[in-house]
C-alpha cells in the first residue's frame, strides 16, 4: 500500500472514531452537576461510573493518532528510493509509543474505581505514565532524525542531485515574469 493511502486510511478511521465518540449516548449523572455548598464548583453525579467502552474508544483514537504520526514521518521521509533503511527504526518507535500508550490507557482502567489508586513519585500511575513516558517518548523519533539524517533524510547522492539541480537553474538565462509577452 502507498504511504498516502495509509495516511488517508488512517485518516478516515481518526474521523470515523470521533463520530462514534461524538454521537456516544451520555448517561444520566456523567456530567458534572452543581455542589451543593460551593456555587463556582461542579462535582460527579451519584452515579458517575466510568464509560469503559468510550475509553476504548478514546484508546482507539490515540493509537490511530500514533499511526498517522508515524505514516507522516513515513510519507515525509519517502523519496524515490523508498524509506532508506528508516521503515524499521521507525516502526520500532511507534510500538514502542503505542505499548506506552496502551500501558496509560490500561492503569488508568485499573484506577477508574481505586478507592486508593496505586502511586508512583507521588502521582497516580497512569499520570505517571504520561509524565514520565508519553512525553519524552517523541524524543526517540528526533534521535533518529538527527542520528539518521545523513542515511534516511537527505543522503549524499541527494545533496549531490540537488547541487545539480541548482548549478542547471542558475546556468539557464531567466525570463522574467512580469505578463508581457515579448
Request: net charge negative; charged share 15%.
Amino acid at each position: 500500500m502507498k504511504t498516502w493511502m495509509f495516511v488517508f486510511a488512517i485518516a478516515v478511521g481518526l474521523a470515523a472514531t470521533l463520530v462514534v465518540a461524538a454521537s456516544w449516548t451520555t448517561r444520566p449523572q456523567s456530567q458534572s452537576i452543581d455542589h451543593p455548598e460551593f456555587a463556582d464548583m461542579q462535582q460527579s453525579g451519584s452515579d458517575a461510573e466510568p464509560d469503559t467502552t468510550l475509553l476504548w474508544i478514546g484508546w482507539s483514537f490515540g493509537t490511530l493518532q500514533i499511526a498517522f504520526f508515524a505514516a507522516m514521518l513515513a510519507l515525509g521521509a519517502r523519496s524515490r528510493r523508498g524509506l532508506r533503511g528508516l521503515g524499521g527504526p521507525l516502526i520500532a518507535a511507534s510500538l514502542v509509543y503505542l505499548a506506552i500508550w496502551s500501558a496509560l490507557v490500561l492503569t488508568y482502567h485499573g484506577q477508574l474505581n481505586a478507592e486508593n489508586p496505586a502511586l508512583f513519585l507521588g502521582f497516580p500511575v497512569a499520570t505517571a505514565w504520561m509524565l514520565f513516558a508519553i512525553w519524552p517518548c517523541p524524543l526517540i523519533f528526533t534521535v533518529y532524525y538527527v542520528v539518521g539524517f545523513d542515511r534516511w533524510i537527505a543522503t549524499p547522492e541527494d545533496l549531490a542531485e540537488l547541487d545539480r539541480t541548482l548549478k542547471r537553474l542558475r546556468a539557464e538565462p531567466e525570463e522574467p515574469d512580469d505578463g508581457i509577452q515579448r
